[in-house]
């Protein structure tokens, strides 16, 4: 499966896995190659032989076969994948998934992948409305596995309401984005060729992106560390959203619990130091987004060993507590802001603000010349950090722009359709 776009489906036990065949079709138009794992229970609703078929690939099921591990182990079937999809994705699948739990083929890929994960949830909708789905929907949803669907209608088992899979079509325009597929390529059912058709809703092609994400992580010693709170969720999801409007992204990220999205560069960075060199390295771009939370701070003089407790001449030993001199890190929004000829078309800082918010945040707009500033509360109260919702203004030199609270995700997408309105404008470079 090399050289092409490679998704790993899993299929789970449910009336719609049937349309998984249909599923498949579509995404070989979109010269996606597709490589199946039917559960047990999905066995019963659709046969190997159709998805082999197919897919073109042979279809993996039990988790200790032992000519499957021989030819293909179930940690590389689920990184060999650039995405793996769910679909269907049923009530019992979805809580294993949040308690990670790994007593199958398709969970355990599912718990040992590294890559993204989009899912199709199919069930009865009271199955759907139960809390304990709702809870491990949200659980999945703050880890960073997208979901589609499920949409409305009638169910297989009599009832009304929300629990069918979402149609093959929304899976697949869902899995193109998570792949962050600039235009489809391949041909469709007609043989006509999909590759050159206007990119509707993809308006940053051919414009470059670079983002910052996560915290930095400062060594004291080869054990210890400065850091702070931040989860890269928010920078992640604008990566995200600038590459499914067709920018080329490259994410600059230090260390997180997040996985990395499927349709971009990813560089892992730990100091503030190695994100300023990997950032000046992706220059030139049109975009640069900085919503790291970079340490301001790190140790003058990091120690090479393990500063040990009973005292170390080096660091005050006469105490016994060490004493740690610190210095500045450099502000890497400032220095892509402040470059000459490659500066990005268009620099965006955050804001982690805990008081005077709009205040503090314009005047640091202009401290470190970047275009926009996002500003953000981050006081305890607001639960900004580490949570799923965040309340911004966007500060440009027209004013201020101040968004209702809305998840992270909304806010990357809208910041992204800012951007890409800001750049199609005629005064944009
Ligand atoms: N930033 C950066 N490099 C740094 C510090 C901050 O690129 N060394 C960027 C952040 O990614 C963010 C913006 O600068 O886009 C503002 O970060 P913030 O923490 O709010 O401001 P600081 O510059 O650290 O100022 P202060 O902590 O005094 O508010």
């Known amino acids: 499966m090399t050289g092409e776009t490679r998704v790993l489906l899993i299929v789970a036990g449910g009336i719609a896995a049937y349309k998984a065949l249909e599923l498949i079709r579509r995404l070989r138009e979109h010269a996606v190659k597709v490589r199946c794992i039917l559960t047990a229970s999905g066995a019963e609703f659709v046969t190997p032989l159709s998805l082999s078929a197919l897919s073109e690939d042979k279809v993996y099921g039990e988790l200790f076969s032992l000519t499957d591990e021989a030819e293909m182990g179930h940690i590389q079937l689920s990184r060999n994948a650039e995405l793996l999809v769910v679909a269907p994705a049923t009530a019992n699948l979805i809580a294993k998934m949040a308690t990670g739990q790994a007593d199958d083929l398709a969970s355990t890929a599912l718990l040992a992948t590294d890559k993204e994960v989009l899912i199709a949830p199919a069930m009865n909708v009271r199955m759907w409305e139960h809390p304990a789905t709702r809870a491990n929907i949200e659980t999945l949803r703050s880890r960073g596995v997208r979901v589609v669907g499920p949409n409305e209608g009638d169910m297989a088992c009599g009832e009304f309401g929300f629990g069918r899979m979402a149609e093959p079509d929304e899976i697949v325009t869902a899995i193109l984005e998570a792949l962050g ?164 078309a268009l620099v965006v800082g955050f804001a982690a603000e805990t008081e005077n918010v709009i205040l503090q945040a314009t005047e640091k707009r202009l401290r470190k010349r970047c275009d926009w500033i996002v500003a953000n509360d981050v006081s305890a109260q607001s639960g900004t950090f580490g949570g799923s919702d965040n309340s911004v203004h966007v500060i440009d030199e027209q004013g201020v722009d101040s968004w209702e609270r809305m998840s992270k995700s909304d806010v990357a997408r809208r910041l992204a359709e800012r951007i890409a309105d800001h750049l199609e404008s005629p005064a944009a470079p």
């Open 181 to 344: 597929r600039t235009r489809p390529s391949g041909n469709d059912s007609n043989g006509t060729p999909l590759t050159g058709r206007p990119s509707a809703g993809r308006p940053l092609t051919g414009r470059s992106a670079l983002v910052t994400s996560g915290p930095t992580h400062e060594a004291i010693d080869p054990v210890r560390y400065i850091a702070n709170r931040s989860s890269g969720r928010q920078g992640h999801a604008i990566a995200q959203a600038l590459a499914a409007l067709g920018a080329r992204t490259t994410l600059v990220t230090g260390p997180t619990e997040l996985r990395d999205p499927a349709n971009m560069d990813v560089i892992h960075i730990e100091s503030a130091e190695e994100m300023l060199a990997a950032c000046e390295g992706a220059l030139p771009v049109d975009i640069a987004v900085c919503a790291a939370a970079v340490a301001d701070w790190r140790a003058a003089t990091p120690s090479d060993r393990k500063i040990k407790k009973t005292g170390d001449a080096a660091y005050g030993a006469a105490e016994g507590v060490p004493r740690l001199e610190l210095t500045a890190n450099p502000d890497i929004l400032a220095r892509l802001s402040q470059r000459g000829n490659d500066r990005p």
